[in-house]
């Protein structure tokens, strides 16, 4: 059974970047089958895509996101990473990882428990 | 300010019927497949629903869902308490190229 797990730092001061990374066992991220994905949650909203990355092409951003994130695979470790910069209070949010698996289409099947992430000095 | 438009809040009594919309628009529900996540409070998302009515492994037929045109809808019959929770629609947006959410609905057994 897959299972994902987030860490990195509660607290990250203005301005600078926030680094996550998300550990998969149950799977090899190698494998080119699966998209992995960030996602984050500020407190009492709603749910917004951060980006994706896969073992056999570029990672895909969100638009809104996307001059400011970049994630990557450590296939040695077997899990992939999250950074983003120039962070504000704005980004303060519950950050989860997911994969996505392909049936008709790709679809967020598993998700992590999720990080607490709090932007302030 | 979430893409997909979900009524914040839905309720009912138990043993009722509620039905959650999301609203879309042609490049994101009226192209792609809608999926639905459960939530609890302080909990990661769960899938429900996936490919606009297939229930994942271990959902209770109690939930169903549908799609039509740019929106879609997802139905809890027989409700029960440990139904409370916040429930979140999503799709892919063809033209942003990302996955897009709903705000989530917040439902109450009352």
């Known amino acids: 059974q897959v299972q994902l797990q987030e860490s990195g730092p509660g607290l990250v001061k203005p301005s600078q970047t926030l680094s996550l990374a998300c550990s998969v066992s149950?799977?090899?991220?190698?494998?080119?089958?699966?998209?992995w994905s960030w996602i984050r949650q500020p407190a009492g909203k709603g749910l917004e895509w951060i980006g994706r990355?896969?073992?056999?092409?570029?990672?895909n951003y969100n638009p809104s996101l996307k001059s400011r994130v970049t994630i990557s695979l450590d296939t040695s470790k077997n899990q992939f990473s999250m950074n983003l910069s120039s962070v504000t209070a704005a980004d303060s949010a519950v950050y989860y990882c997911?994969?996505?698996?392909?049936?008709?289409?790709?679809?967020?099947?598993?998700w992590g428990k999720g990080t607490s992430v709090a932007v302030s000095s | 300010q979430s893409v997909l438009t979900q009524p914040p809040s839905a309720s009912g009594t138990p043993g009722q019927k509620i039905t959650i919309s999301c609203s879309g628009s042609d490049s994101d529900m009226g192209s792609n497949y809608a999926f639905w996540y459960q939530q609890f409070p302080g909990t990661a998302p769960k899938l429900l629903i996936h490919?606009?009515?297939q229930r994942s492994s271990g959902v209770p037929d109690r939930f169903s869902a549908s799609k039509a045109g740019t929106s879609a809808s997802l139905a809890i019959s027989g409700l029960r308490s440990e139904d409370e929770a916040d429930y979140h629609c999503a799709t892919w947006d063809t033209n942003l190229g990302a996955w897009v959410f709903g705000g989530g609905t917040k439902v109450t057994v009352l």
């Open positions: 490919t606009d009515n």
């Open positions: 990355v896969y073992a056999s092409g570029s990672p």
């Open positions: 149950g799977a090899p991220i190698s494998s080119g089958s699966h998209f």
């Open positions: 997911g994969r996505e698996v392909l049936s008709f289409s790709y679809y967020i099947d598993v």
